[in-house]
């Protein structure tokens, strides 16, 4: 578990203001390989969607995923930048020949989870169900081994740490499914920030990344903050962790922010609307700088490989947190 950091919040924060006006200017890629995740998936799946589209409507509704992936590869391929891409069982399923795409072009292919189903809707049985299927239908149409799953919504947190135990005896080599923040719909913000495990024989959790300022983790990992944050703001975050944590960063984003065609959900809540479409029409060029400024990896490749970082493990936060 972090330590709280020795400064004060004044102190650190000034600290990092000084930082930030020394390394932004910069444009030298970051000596350090970081991992580079999508989450493959609709944009009507989201969970900002949930109460507005209907499951039932799922295959009634227009598609974008296969474009929206497409432009993503064609984006990584451009920059020669190999993935990991977490698939719904459910987009395989419909989208085979995508999936194979993923994997002939030297990317990643991990398991999401088969329809979106955050962890909390799960008793253990059903989870170990629904990931268990999932496995089988991406190794099926992949034909490679499926060892990573990130669960929906970043949904494992200290009610269900038995998920991680549960994923480990199907097979799993790694989960990346706890963002150790505080937010309205998900986060463990006192989680280790770096890849770790609940024992020697636990799978390992690979935490999306955080910058530890004063007393408190802030997101740079992804996702709408990457959308939100001047991306000169983001790209500081990102080389602090490389710099003073000495780690690896990890990234993730969807294909539907590369999409800014798709159909607007008019009926969902204000809220919703802003998150999912804030400046999706300037995500692929943010995205380019970032392929330009870091260096990116699989997951596999970074941290289940013998010359991967050490994952610590993580004494008393499964007795902390059991259910």
Same mark, same amino acid.
């Given at each position: 578990?972090? %330590?709280?950091?020795? #400064?004060?919040?004044?102190? #650190? ?7 930030? =006006? ?44 296969? /474009? ?7 984006? /990584? !391929? ?14 395989? +399923? ?8 993923? =994997? #002939?072009?030297?990317? +990643? ?9 955050? @962890? ?18 991406? +190794? ?5 081994? =499926? ?15 038995? !998920? ?6 199907? &097979? ?23 890849? /770790? ?7 390992? +959790?690979?935490?999306?990344?955080? *910058? ?11 996702? &709408? ?15 602090? *962790? ?22 607007? @959900? ?34 596999? %490749?970074? /941290? ?6 050490? #994952?610590?493990? =993580?004494? &008393?936060?499964?007795?902390?947190? %059991?259910?």
């Amino acid at each position: 578990m972090d %330590a709280l950091t020795g #400064a004060s919040g004044s102190d #650190a924060t000034m600290d990092a203001v000084q930082s930030f =006006v020394l390394e932004s200017s910069g444009s030298v890629a970051s000596p350090i390989k970081n991992a580079l995740t999508v989450d493959v998936e609709e944009y009507f799946q989201v969970a900002a969607f949930e109460t507005t589209i209907a499951k039932a409507d799922w295959d009634s509704s227009q598609s974008r995923v296969d /474009f929206s992936t497409r432009r993503v590869l064609d984006l /990584f !391929a451009a920059h020669g930048t190999k993935a990991t891409f977490f698939v719904l069982g459910w987009i395989a +399923e419909r989208h085979p020949t995508l999936v194979r795409r993923i =994997v #002939a072009e030297g990317h +990643e292919i991990a398991s999401h989870g088969y329809d979106h189903t955050r @962890i909390h809707g799960f008793t253990p049985g059903q989870f170990r169900a629904d990931v268990t299927r999932t496995k089988q239908i991406l +190794e099926d149409i992949a034909g490679v081994a =499926v060892h990573g799953y990130r669960a929906p919504s970043y949904s494992i947190d200290r009610r269900n740490l038995w !998920a991680l135990d549960v994923l480990a005896e199907t &097979g799993h080599a790694y989960s990346s499914s706890i963002y150790p923040i505080r937010h309205d719909l998900y986060g463990m913000p006192d989680a280790p920030r770096f890849p /770790f495990r609940l024992r020697p024989d636990s799978i390992l +959790e690979i935490p999306v990344t955080t *910058v530890r300022l004063g007393r408190r983790n802030y997101p740079c990992g992804g996702g &709408g903050y990457f959308r939100l944050l001047p991306y000169e703001v983001f790209r500081w975050m990102l080389r602090r *962790v490389n710099a003073r944590d000495r780690q690896p960063g990890l990234f993730y984003f969807h294909p539907w922010e590369v999409d800014p065609g798709q159909p607007r @959900i008019q009926d969902a809540p204000i809220k919703s609307r802003f998150r999912h479409y804030l400046n999706l029409d300037s995500m692929h060029s943010r995205l380019e700088r970032l392929l330009m400024d870091f260096d990116w990896g699989r997951m596999d %490749a970074l /941290f289940l490989s013998a010359l991967g970082p050490v #994952a610590p493990q =993580v004494t &008393g936060l499964q007795d902390e947190c %059991a259910v």
